[in-house]
C-alpha cells in the first residue's frame, strides 16, 4: 500500500467526516437546499473515501495461488464500485431535495425569506457562513495534501505542466481524493453564492439553483471516476514501458530487434510485460567458441581418463557444451534486457523475455 496514497484518504476521511455533522447540523438550523446537498455530499465523500482505503488494503496483498500477481487491481474495483454508485446515489439524493424544496415554495406561493421558520436567536446565514468557511478552509488543507502528493510523483520533465498529466495520472485513489477535494471546495464556494444570494435578492430560487449545481457535480464525478478506474480494470497497456523496452533493444548490440511486445497494468506500482526478440548473429557468435571450448573442457575433466578416447562419448560433449554455451549466453542477454528494463522503470515488475531467432548478416 502506498503509504502517501493512504495518508491523503485517511486526512480526507477525517476532514469529510466532521464537515459532514457541521453541514448537516447547519442544513437542518438553515432550511437551506444548497447547504443540504452540501451535506449529502461531505457524506458521500466519506462513505467514497472509506471505499478508497478499503481497495488500497485489499490491494495490498501479495501473490497467491488465486491472484499471481498479487491483489493490485482491486483497488480499481473498489474504487469503481465508490464512484458510481455511491456519487450516483448523493446526484439522486440532491436533484430530489432540490425538487422537493422547489416545490415546496410552489405550493406555499412565496419565494422569498431564507432562514424564515428558525426560533434561534443567531441569524442562519450566519451559521451557515461559518460551517462553510470551516469546510473550505479544512477541504482546502486536504486538498493541498492530496496535491502535493500528485505533483511528487510527477516525472520532473512534467512537473511544470501537472493539470495536463491529470487524467494520466497512474494512481486513481489519489486522482480520486485529489478531484472530489477539487470538487468539494467548488462545492463550499457555490453553496456560499447560493444562500448569500437567496439572502441579498431575497429570492430562494437562487440557493435551490445552487443545490443543483453541487448534485450535479456529483453526478459528473461518478462519470469521470468511474471512467478512469474502468480504463484501469480493462487490462491497459503501459505504453511508456513498451517504448522504453523498444529503446534498450535498440541500444543492445547483440539484439537485433524486437516484436510483439505486449503489457498489462496491474496496478501503478506493477506492469507485467512480454516481448520477443531476435539476436544478430555476428555478435552472438562472438566468443561463443571460448564458451563451448571451456564447456568442453569442464565436461572432460569429470569422465574417467580411460573412457576419453570414446567417440560416441566425445560427441555427446561436443552437442551438450554447444547447447549449454548456447542457453547460457541468450539467458544472459535475457537478464541484461530485464536489468535494464527494471533500472529504468521499476515499476515492471515481472518481465517474459523470449529469443525467437538469430538475424543472419548480410553478404559482405
Same mark, same amino acid.
Request: proline content about 2%; overall charge negative; aromatic content about 6%.
Given at each position: 500500500?502506498? @503509504?502517501?496514497?493512504?495518508?491523503? +484518504?485517511?486526512?480526507?476521511?477525517?476532514?469529510?467526516?466532521?464537515?459532514?455533522?457541521?453541514?448537516?447540523?447547519?442544513?437542518?438550523?438553515?432550511?437551506?437546499?444548497?447547504?443540504? =446537498?452540501?451535506?449529502?455530499?461531505?457524506?458521500?465523500?466519506?462513505?467514497?473515501?472509506?471505499?478508497? $482505503?478499503?481497495?488500497?488494503?485489499?490491494?495490498?496483498?501479495?501473490?497467491?495461488?488465486?491472484?499471481?500477481?498479487?491483489?493490485?487491481?482491486?483497488?480499481?474495483?473498489?474504487?469503481?464500485?465508490?464512484?458510481?454508485?455511491?456519487?450516483?446515489?448523493?446526484?439522486?439524493?440532491?436533484?430530489?431535495?432540490?425538487?422537493?424544496?422547489?416545490? @415546496?415554495?410552489?405550493?406555499?406561493?412565496?419565494?422569498?425569506?431564507?432562514?424564515?421558520?428558525?426560533?434561534?436567536?443567531?441569524?442562519?446565514?450566519?451559521?451557515?457562513?461559518?460551517?462553510?468557511?470551516?469546510?473550505?478552509? +479544512?477541504?482546502?488543507?486536504?486538498?493541498?495534501?492530496?496535491?502535493?502528493?500528485?505533483?511528487?510523483?510527477?516525472?520532473?520533465?512534467? @512537473?511544470?505542466?501537472?493539470?495536463?498529466?491529470?487524467?494520466?495520472?497512474?494512481?486513481?485513489? $489519489?486522482?480520486?481524493?485529489?478531484?472530489?477535494?477539487?470538487?468539494?471546495?467548488?462545492?463550499?464556494?457555490?453553496?456560499?453564492?447560493?444562500?448569500? $444570494?437567496?439572502?441579498?435578492?431575497? =429570492?430562494?430560487?437562487?440557493?435551490?439553483?445552487?443545490?443543483?449545481?453541487?448534485?450535479?457535480?456529483?453526478?459528473?464525478?461518478?462519470?469521470?471516476?468511474?471512467?478512469?478506474?474502468?480504463?484501469?480494470?480493462?487490462?491497459?497497456?503501459?505504453?511508456?514501458?513498451?517504448?522504453?523496452?523498444?529503446?534498450?533493444?535498440?541500444?543492445?548490440?547483440? +539484439?537485433?530487434?524486437?516484436?510483439?511486445?505486449?503489457?498489462?497494468?496491474?496496478?501503478?506500482?506493477?506492469?507485467?510485460?512480454?516481448?520477443?526478440?531476435?539476436?544478430?548473429?555476428?555478435?552472438?557468435?562472438?566468443?561463443?567458441?571460448?564458451?563451448?571450448?571451456?564447456?568442453?573442457?569442464?565436461?572432460?575433466?569429470?569422465?574417467?581418463?580411460?573412457?576419453?578416447?570414446?567417440?560416441?562419448?566425445?560427441?555427446?560433449?561436443?552437442?551438450?557444451?554447444?547447447?549449454?554455451?548456447?542457453?547460457?549466453?541468450?539467458?544472459?542477454?535475457?537478464?541484461?534486457?530485464?536489468?535494464?528494463?527494471?533500472?529504468?522503470?521499476?515499476?515492471? @515488475?515481472?518481465?517474459?523475455?523470449?529469443?525467437?531467432?538469430?538475424?543472419?548478416?548480410?553478404?559482405?
Amino acid at each position: 500500500m502506498s @503509504s502517501n496514497s493512504k495518508t491523503a +484518504v485517511t486526512a480526507a476521511i477525517i476532514g469529510n467526516a466532521g464537515l459532514t455533522v457541521l453541514k448537516f447540523g447547519a442544513a437542518v438550523v438553515s432550511h437551506s437546499p444548497s447547504m443540504m =446537498n452540501e451535506a449529502i455530499h461531505s457524506l458521500m465523500d466519506t462513505a467514497n473515501q472509506l471505499f478508497l $482505503l478499503l481497495g488500497l488494503r485489499a490491494a495490498a496483498r501479495g501473490a497467491d495461488q488465486l491472484y499471481a500477481f498479487g491483489h493490485g487491481q482491486k483497488k480499481y474495483l473498489w474504487n469503481l464500485w465508490s464512484a458510481i454508485g455511491l456519487f450516483s446515489i448523493g446526484c439522486g439524493l440532491g436533484l430530489a431535495h432540490a425538487w422537493h424544496s422547489w416545490a @415546496s415554495l410552489a405550493n406555499a406561493g412565496q419565494i422569498s425569506g431564507f432562514g424564515n421558520g428558525t426560533t434561534l436567536l443567531v441569524d442562519p446565514v450566519w451559521i451557515s457562513g461559518v460551517v462553510l468557511f470551516i469546510a473550505l478552509v +479544512v477541504e482546502g488543507y486536504v486538498l493541498r495534501i492530496a496535491w502535493l502528493e500528485y505533483v511528487s510523483r510527477l516525472d520532473s520533465q512534467l @512537473s511544470a505542466r501537472p493539470f495536463r498529466q491529470l487524467m494520466q495520472c497512474k494512481d486513481p485513489t $489519489l486522482l480520486a481524493v485529489l478531484l472530489e477535494d477539487a470538487i468539494a471546495v467548488a462545492g463550499v464556494v457555490f453553496a456560499a453564492t447560493g444562500i448569500m $444570494l437567496a439572502r441579498t435578492l431575497d =429570492n430562494l430560487l437562487w440557493d435551490i439553483s445552487m443545490s443543483v449545481v453541487i448534485a450535479v457535480m456529483l453526478g459528473v464525478a461518478a462519470v469521470v471516476l468511474g471512467r478512469i478506474n474502468m480504463r484501469f480494470l480493462s487490462d491497459i497497456r503501459d505504453v511508456e514501458a513498451e517504448n522504453l523496452f523498444a529503446v534498450i533493444v535498440e541500444t543492445h548490440r547483440e +539484439v537485433e530487434r524486437c516484436h510483439d511486445v505486449r503489457s498489462i497494468v496491474i496496478d501503478e506500482h506493477h506492469t507485467v510485460l512480454v516481448a520477443e526478440v531476435e539476436v544478430r548473429e555476428e555478435m552472438m557468435l562472438a566468443g561463443l567458441r571460448q564458451e563451448i571450448d571451456r564447456h568442453e573442457q569442464f565436461l572432460l575433466e569429470r569422465v574417467a581418463p580411460n573412457k576419453r578416447s570414446d567417440v560416441a562419448l566425445l560427441e555427446y560433449i561436443a552437442d551438450r557444451s554447444v547447447v549449454e554455451a548456447t542457453l547460457n549466453r541468450t539467458e544472459q542477454i535475457v537478464d541484461e534486457l530485464e536489468k535494464a528494463l527494471r533500472e529504468r522503470c521499476p515499476r515492471v @515488475s515481472h518481465a517474459t523475455i523470449e529469443i525467437q531467432g538469430m538475424v543472419e548478416d548480410g553478404p559482405e
